[in-house]
T-cell receptor
């Protein structure tokens, strides 16, 4: 499978600060990346679709001003949690979708970033 | 709309066989995925089914019935390392890449 990295893997911050999470595709270019969040013992919830060169598409109920997404290049997407609060504490996972894939393994997941807001 | 149902938890014995079921409702169908996720880690791809029938891949097999909106993941010769969550996922209507995940089934394998 393809290699996707996330940085940082762990972050602890104070309430009110902003946190930036990077997602990098190391093996291929991706016009599309996805951001998920996952609460303990729950499934992955899709937050938004990151589109290279255009605005991200957010799922219903996800605040775009709260979770800023920038898809700066074909190999990098960033998620910034602005003015983080304890309820934002979660496991954030990105995935990348190769441009030339249909069916089969169409998403490759990063290792995740665990955010704890105190 | 789209909906996916899986059992929340299952337990099984090392060396045994376990079947994890998934039922789904979608307005269109572009295949069904199974992922394995160990605690604190990202999901890893296990299988993709788009046609009816059973697909075998080593100790893991996946079955699909499109007419019944039903799939299962079959794990044979269970090992302790198979203790994980197993996620069923289908693409959103109209797309292949955007996935909606079920809540996942937490499997505990004991000696």
């Amino acid at each position: 499978g393809a290699v996707v990295s996330q940085h940082p893997s762990w972050v602890i911050c104070k309430s009110g600060t902003s946190v930036k999470i990077e997602c990098r595709s190391l093996d291929f270019q991706a016009t599309t990346m996805f951001w998920y969040r996952q609460f303990p013992k729950k499934s992955l919830m899709l937050m938004a679709t990151s589109n290279e060169g255009s605005k991200a598409t957010y799922e219903q109920g996800v605040e775009k001003d709260k979770f800023l997404i920038n898809h700066a290049s074909l190999t990098l997407s960033t998620l910034t949690v602005t003015s983080a609060h304890p309820e934002d504490s979660s496991f954030y996972i990105c995935s990348v979708a190769p441009m030339d894939r249909v069916g089969q393994e169409t998403q490759y997941f990063g290792p995740g970033t665990r955010l704890l807001v105190l | 709309g789209q909906n996916i149902d899986q059992p929340t938890e299952m337990t099984a014995t090392e060396g045994a066989i376990v079947q994890i079921n998934c039922t789904y409702q979608t307005s269109g169908f572009n295949g069904l995925f199974w992922y394995q996720q160990h605690a604190g880690e990202a999901p890893t791809f296990l299988s993709y089914n788009v046609l009816d029938g059973l697909e075998e891949k080593g100790r893991f097999s996946s079955f699909l019935s499109r007419s019944k909106g039903y799939s299962y993941l079959l794990l044979k010769e269970l090992q302790m390392k198979d203790s994980a969550s197993y996620l069923c996922a289908v693409p959103f209507s109209g797309g292949y890449n955007k996935l909606i995940f079920g809540a996942g089934t937490r499997l505990a394998v004991h000696p």
